[in-house]
């Protein structure tokens, strides 16, 4: 199954299932909608969806208990996973190139394998801070649009109330960018 975030907040969403017929062939199955109160808004931060994939035997659970395990407030918590991923994972600007050429064989984001080879591109990056946060209760987005003119993913993570944004990649990589525009969010 997946797991898709009602992001977007309350209101109205519109629900299309299809079927595979045969290759990249589909067949509609289901069209609807839905009428969505969500009391809490950050709620679909909260739980894994389709980008921030995780399970409870997923490594990234006993990561984040880990790294959390001792603090005593969530600005400690966002603390120690922004130190960990600054201390010990990588840019992967091979796998950038490759995507930027549309040769990665599977773009979707895989934490446990970001956590094991310590190395991604923004994609990866911004998802295992999503679940690492998400799984210590911290609501965290996974943001996908653009910095600085450059297609990117980032996270938006709320403490005290207040979206804050991080880019885990300017932290692993010591770059800075200025503009962000978002375009989806996870």
């Known amino acids: 199954y997946d797991v898709i ?54 490594k990234v659970v006993e990561l984040s208990e880990q790294l959390c395990g001792g603090a005593q407030s969530d600005e400690e918590k966002v603390e120690a996973v922004k130190a960990y991923m600054k201390e010990n994972f990588s840019y992967d600007y091979d796998k950038a190139e490759r995507a930027a050429k549309g040769t990665v064989n599977d773009f979707m984001p895989n934490v446990d394998e970001t956590i094991e080879v310590k190395s991604g591109i923004c994609f990866d990056l911004s998802a295992t801070v999503a679940a690492l946060l998400r799984l210590q209760n911290i609501p965290t987005q996974m943001i996908i649009g653009y910095a600085d003119g450059y297609y990117h993913a980032w996270n938006q993570i709320c403490l005290n109330g207040e979206w804050q944004l991080y880019d885990p990649t300017a932290a692993v990589t010591g770059s800075t960018m200025s503009e962000y525009v978002e375009d989806q969010r996870y």
């Open 5 to 58: 975030p009602l992001q977007m907040g309350s209101g109205t969403y519109r629900l299309e299932m299809f079927k595979q017929v045969k290759g990249t062939s589909y067949a509609g199955e289901y069209a609807g909608k839905i009428e969505v109160e969500i009391a809490d808004e950050t709620m679909p931060y909260l739980y894994p969806s389709v980008y921030v994939w995780y399970t409870p035997d997923y």
